[in-house]
Nanobody, 127 residues
Framework: QLHLEESGGGFVQPGGSLRLACATS???????????IGWFRQAPGKEREGISC????????YYSESVKGRFFISRDNTKNMVYLQMDNLQPDDTGVYYC?????????????????WGQGTQVTVSS
């Protein structure tokens, strides 16, 4: 069972940056490092959107078109952490950001919904 906890959300003006962090831990015998981890977001009145995903070894990444070139995902398996660097933030990036994990693989490339989710962190971009 994978536990995930997001941090780093907040309020930022358009054009600004934030770095989200996802702390992972495993209740059982597996290491969090074997899980693929992704970031999703949900804006008020909109459907949840998968925006970025990183493979367990960090060698494969995925970005949605809405964030490609502005967001960068990384992970540090020595610390069981996954990060999302968000640059040039715009009001459309406002929403609750969730990290999620699964053993499935690069789930965001196939639309597979991961099993384990964090509670989310709010990101607000406004002038």
């Amino acid at each position: 069972q994978l536990h995930l906890e997001e941090s780093g959300g907040g309020f930022v003006q358009p054009g600004g940056s934030l770095r989200l962090a996802c702390a992972t831990s495993e209740v059982g015998t597996l290491s969090p490092a074997v899980y693929t981890i992704g970031w999703f977001r949900q804006a008020p009145g909109k459907e949840r959107e998968g925006i970025s995903c990183v493979s367990n070894d960090g060698g494969d990444t995925y970005y949605s078109e809405s964030v490609k070139g502005r967001f960068f995902i990384s992970r540090d398996n020595t610390k069981n952490m996954v990060y999302l660097q968000m640059d040039n933030l715009q009001p459309d990036d406002t929403g609750v950001y969730y990290c999620a994990g699964d053993l499935y693989g690069m789930f965001m490339k196939t639309g597979y919904l991961p099993e384990w989710w964090g509670q989310g962190t709010q990101v607000t971009v406004s002038s």
